[in-house]
Nanobody
Framework: QLQLVESGGGLVQPGGSLTLSCAASGFTLGDSAIGWFRQAPGKEREGVSCISSSGGDINYADSVKGRFTISRDNAKNTVYLQMNSLKPEDTAVYYC??????????????????????WGQGTLVTVSS
């Protein structure tokens, strides 16, 4: 079974840090581009960051640029999202997703329409005092 599982969410104070993990099973994560997305209550899902299959292209939403870092460890079949200087507006359920193998090999994008592979169940990040 193809599966992505997010972990690492929780409650953190503003200005704090969290690292999210996205672990793949049933397929080789290194064969796919991976994106991080988030959805706050009452808001539409938005792209946060992505990394291409090759690892050569990384993109961030303007709202997180300079604060978040995406990385992949193909040996562990895991992608990470390091989140620093967290703000209350970062509060959301965070999802990881894979693109199909013929998509986003050299580059990746944060639009939702091409993330047609596997989606995780989400992990909740709450930034509050």
């Amino acid at each position: 079974q193809l599966q992505l599982v997010e972990s690492g969410g929780g409650l953190v104070q503003p200005g704090g840090s969290l690292t999210l993990s996205c672990a793949a099973s049933g397929f080789t994560l290194g064969d796919s581009a991976i994106g991080w997305f988030r959805q706050a209550p009452g808001k539409e899902r938005e792209g946060v960051s992505c990394i291409s299959s090759s690892g050569g292209d990384i993109n961030y939403a303007d709202s997180v640029k300079g604060r978040f870092t995406i990385s992949r460890d193909n040996a562990k079949n895991t992608v990470y999202l390091q989140m620093n200087s967290l703000k209350p507006e970062d509060t959301a359920v965070y999802y990881c997703a894979s693109a199909l193998s013929d998509s986003y090999y050299y580059t990746c994008g944060l639009g939702l329409t091409r993330w047609l592979g596997v989606w995780g169940q989400g992990t909740l990040v709450t930034v509050s005092s």
